[in-house]
């Protein structure tokens, strides 16, 4: 008994350690430790426009209006548009999707498909994850008489676009509590306004003889959109993750769990599943296949149908894969001419636009630089482009400002990834104006990268029970970085390629244990090298994430290597 209290006590220890490190108050510890949405949800009345919207909308239920959602193509764009026309359905009134094809209509409403949506019936066209700066595609919707809500996150300009109802946390003129969740992920807004629209239905006597909706059935939509946006997980997004992981365990959404069989994942998904696994796979439809796929899956409700699309989903998945090495292989070769560089701006003709964001994040990491890759059509000499930034630089509001100047035909955004179109001929000078805009923020955020740890232990210590007591501080992502430990001193003792550039090690330890780390996408980097070909004996500290490798009969634990350092 005495053990086992030992061991609880100095479980709860590390943890608190680990929400401390992250900046918790101290007497806000109950609340992180367990992140529940009773805890952090905040009133939905408190944003601009939430009432208008909710009103709306529960008159659309009322009524039985015809009603479509228009979502972007990514994964928070499907994820937020499936999470509407759920709630929509469990209201007792089908809604249509409409999802714009990247390549033949790009990113946002235009005004052409919305008056078209209002010719074919809609009275009520929600937008989501997109709308914040449509001002023509809105006004051409308002000259036809339809009602157009945006339920949006991404940066606002001072003036707003013309429609019934803008919901974003980041407009200009929200209060000190909306503007707070200015982190969430569009699907996050949709799920405040889904509390929203239930509650006005409730005053208004509507479930007096039928079942309210269950909105926490939809939190699994919440997690992947969330996650695969690449949000901040903290605050209210950490409770998003962590209690819509639990529901997407529970596999009760057909399209769901088609999506994580076609993943080949045999245990409950957890964050780092639905960022690699299950986001790839939506965000594919959109980008090199069919825009409606995701929305299809994930508001299905035929397990035959749900399985066909996932299985066409992991096939499109394979190809963006194939797709995107080209592309990048080819922005690589930019790279040593752009050196000098604070936003690196590489852009290719004939470049496939629909991986193009995805080539940004990959260079980003390995340069440590903000990063936009442009594809630009040979035909008409426009170029696409997307772009991934680092802590501490707002690669949105740039883009927002240069498109503001004239350097950009059309932009937005929000801190860590911004679109854009861009003339061929300005991307020099835009090169020019971000480098200057940024390169003071892009400079005091190099200087301030480093790894920085939780724990340092030998290698005998490294062990599932603290993995798992390491984990339950989570759901850990951006904004709320999972724990980095260092484990050491330790000599390699075998170190190999697998993969096409990733890097497995065995190192041994002075306590006479040994531990198993691979470093990703590193064989040509100084570590990878360094692990391959340079310790000759000598010992070093590794540092990085502590996982469960969970493939065999028993979890064992290993590292996934971010650093090394000499011991000696």
């Known amino acids: 008994m005495a053990l086992e209290s030992s061991a609880r006590g100095l479980e709860e220890d590390i943890v608190t350690q680990l929400l401390l490190a992250r900046g918790v108050a101290r007497e806000d510890l109950a609340r992180h430790r367990s992140p529940t949405l009773r805890a952090f949800l905040p009133d939905p009345s408190r944003f601009n426009d939430m009432d208008i919207a909710a009103e709306r909308v529960a008159q659309a239920v009322l009524e039985q209006e015809t009603v479509t959602v228009f979502g972007d193509y990514d994964v928070d764009g499907a994820t937020s548009a499936a999470l509407l026309i759920r709630l929509l359905r469990m209201l007792g009134l089908q809604a249509r999707h409409y999802i714009p094809d990247r390549l033949l209509e790009g990113y946002g409403p235009s005004g052409e498909a919305l008056v078209r949506l209002a010719q074919d019936g809609s009275s009520l066209i929600v937008t989501v994850d997109c709308g914040a700066m449509a001002y023509e595609a809105l006004q051409a919707a308002r000259n036809v008489g339809v009602d157009v809500i945006v339920v949006d996150h991404h940066k606002c300009a001072p003036d707003l676009p013309p429609a019934l109802a803008l919901v974003n946390p980041n407009r200009l003129d929200e209060c000190e509590e909306a503007a707070a969740h200015g982190h969430l992920a569009a699907v996050g807004v949709a799920f405040l306004l889904a509390v929203a629209v239930t509650r006005t239905l409730r005053q208004r006597g509507y479930f007096k003889d039928r079942a309210e909706p269950d909105l926490l059935a939809l939190l699994d939509l919440v997690a992947l959109g969330t996650v695969a946006d690449v949000a901040a997980i903290r605050g209210l997004n950490r409770a998003f993750v962590a209690q819509g992981l639990k529901v997407m365990a529970r596999r009760a959404n057909v399209g769901m769990a088609a999506l994580i069989d076609a993943s080949r994942l045999s245990r409950a998904p957890t964050c780092s599943d639905c960022g690699f696994a299950l986001g790839p796979r939506i965000n594919a439809g959109g980008r090199v296949g069919e825009a409606t796929l995701g929305v299809r899956?994930?508001?299905?409700?035929?397990?035959?149908?749900?399985?066909?699309?996932?299985?066409?989903?992991?096939?499109?998945?394979?190809?963006?894969?194939?797709?995107?090495?080209?592309?990048?292989?080819?922005?690589?070769?930019?790279?040593?001419?752009?050196?000098?560089?604070?936003?690196?701006i590489l852009s290719g003709r004939g470049w496939h636009p629909g991986v193009i964001g995805i080539v940004a994040g990959r260079i980003k990491e390995k340069s440590?630089?903000?990063?936009?890759?442009?594809?630009?059509?040979?035909?008409?000499?426009?170029?696409?482009?997307?772009?991934?930034?680092?802590?501490?630089?707002?690669?949105?509001?740039?883009?927002?400002?240069?498109?503001?100047?004239?350097?950009?035909?059309?932009?937005?955004?929000h801190a860590m990834a911004a679109g854009l179109t861009v003339s061929e001929s300005r991307i020099g000078e835009l090169g020019d104006w971000l480098d200057e805009r940024l390169g003071s923020a892009v400079a005091a955020a190099m200087e301030q990268q480093s790894v920085l740890l939780d724990l340092s232990l030998a290698p005998g210590g490294l062990t599932p029970d603290l993995i798992e007591t390491l984990e339950s501080a989570g759901p850990f992502g951006v904004g709320w970085p999972g724990p980095r430990v260092a484990v050491g001193p330790v000599r390699i003792v075998k170190a190999d390629m697998?993969?096409?550039?990733?890097?497995?090690?065995?190192?041994?330890?002075?306590?006479?244990?040994?531990?198993?780390?691979?470093?990703?996408?590193?064989?040509?980097?100084?570590?990878?090298?360094?692990?391959?070909?340079?310790?000759?004996?000598?010992?070093?500290?590794?540092?990085?994430?502590?996982?469960?490798?969970?493939w065999g009969s028993r979890p064992k634990a290993e590292l996934h290597l971010e650093d090394a350092a000499w011991a000696d």
Not at 297 to 322: G, H, K, M, V, Y
Not at 406 to 413: I, K, M, P, V
Not at 523 to 529: D, K
């Open 297 to 344: 899956l994930l508001t299905t409700e035929d397990p035959d149908e749900a399985r066909a699309i996932a299985a066409q989903l992991s096939q499109l998945n394979e190809e963006r894969r194939a797709i995107e090495a080209a592309v990048q292989e080819a922005a690589e070769q930019q790279l040593a001419a752009q050196h000098n560089r604070a936003v690196l």
């Open 368 to 413: 440590g630089k903000p990063t936009l890759v442009v594809a630009i059509d040979e035909e008409t000499g426009q170029g696409k482009g997307s772009g991934r930034s680092i802590s501490g630089v707002d690669l949105g509001a740039a883009i927002l400002g240069a498109r503001d100047l004239g350097l950009l035909l059309a932009g937005g955004g």
């Open 498 to 550: 697998v993969g096409s550039d990733h890097v497995r090690v065995i190192a041994s330890g002075g306590d006479g244990t040994s531990l198993k780390a691979i470093a990703f996408r590193a064989a040509e980097t100084e570590l990878g090298q360094t692990l391959l070909h340079g310790s000759s004996g000598r010992r070093l500290w590794l540092a990085g994430r502590a996982k469960l490798d969970d």
